[in-house]
């Protein structure tokens, strides 16, 4: 039996309808799905009857398959003549461990695809009526990991963001928040720029924070803003109000 196929799929944001052709095709020929814990579930009735379906997700602190375990399991099921579908939220090439998995499939010399999601950093936003670049407010974005396997993201070049970057977008940062604003204000950032944390961004059960640097781990804390959430900073926040066209489950935006 020759080997199989893998596809590293990235399944979008959150709304399902966010999903590309392309992904929707690679899921319903798939012969196992290896899904992690921010992929809209609805996304798995493309998935053949037949198919295997297998969790992969990991909570912050809480990983219930490692990634060494994954890495086998690819191997594995391909090695038996399989078609795999890796299905990551968002992207697999952002902040999705998409590469780690790649380099090992190319250790073992397994034919692989690489289908792009459309990413939360961008998306979050967009369904918040913020654009992540404007001709007025911005014309440089950055994404950035709100953090690290030490912890605290103090790897980053903090202030080659807060000085030369107009929209900072931070992944997986509610829990570094204050050290990231902390990091930002120490760099010279105006205090009073303009911060946006998106909830559960482009689902059902989105809602979206608005302060400024100085005012918004108060008003997080006050909210109860919890994971998954998309941090925004920078001028274009101001836009929200203006351009906020989708329906949230609850609305808080002050500038204090």
């Keep these: 039996m020759g080997k199989g196929k893998v596809y590293i799929v990235g399944a979008g944001p959150g709304d399902p309808d966010l999903i590309t052709v392309k992904a929707t095709k690679c899921i ?21 009857a037949e ?44 902040f999705g461990r ?23 950093g961008i998306a979050a936003p967009a369904y918040a009526g913020i654009p992540v670049t ?6 440089t974005f950055a994404i950035v990991s ?25 992944y997986m ?10 990091q930002l204000r120490s760099c010279g950032k105006d205090p009073q720029t303009a911060i946006a944390v998106i909830e559960q961004g482009t689902t059902g059960f989105q809602r979206t924070v608005i302060g400024t640097i100085d005012t918004i781990v108060e008003l997080v804390k006050r909210e109860q803003v919890a994971n998954p959430a998309m941090i925004v900073i920078g001028e274009v926040v101001k836009l929200s109000d203006k351009l906020s066209w989708f329906s949230e489950k609850k609305e808080d935006k002050e500038f204090a």
């Design 173 to 182: 940062g509610i829990k570094n928040l204050p050290y990231i604003c902390n």
């Design 51 to 94: 198919a295997e379906f297998i969790y992969c997700g990991k909570a912050p602190g809480n990983h219930c398959v490692s990634q060494g375990d994954i890495h086998q399991m690819l191997i594995s099921k391909s090695m038996e003549g399989k078609t795999v579908v890796r299905l990551k939220g968002g992207d697999p090439f952002i």
């Design 146 to 170: 709100g953090h690290c396997v030490t912890g605290k993201p103090d790897n980053i070049h903090w202030n080659h963001l807060a000085n030369g970057v107009d929209t900072i977008a931070i």
């Design 134 to 139: 404007h001709r007025d407010w911005g014309s």
């Design 98 to 120: 998409g590469g780690d998995e790649a380099e090992e499939l190319v250790k073992h010399g397994i034919q692989f695809e690489i289908v792009p999601g459309i990413t939360s």
């Design 28 to 48: 319903k020929q798939a012969d196992v799905i290896m899904y992690d814990r921010l992929v809209n579930r609805e996304l798995l009735l493309y998935g053949k």
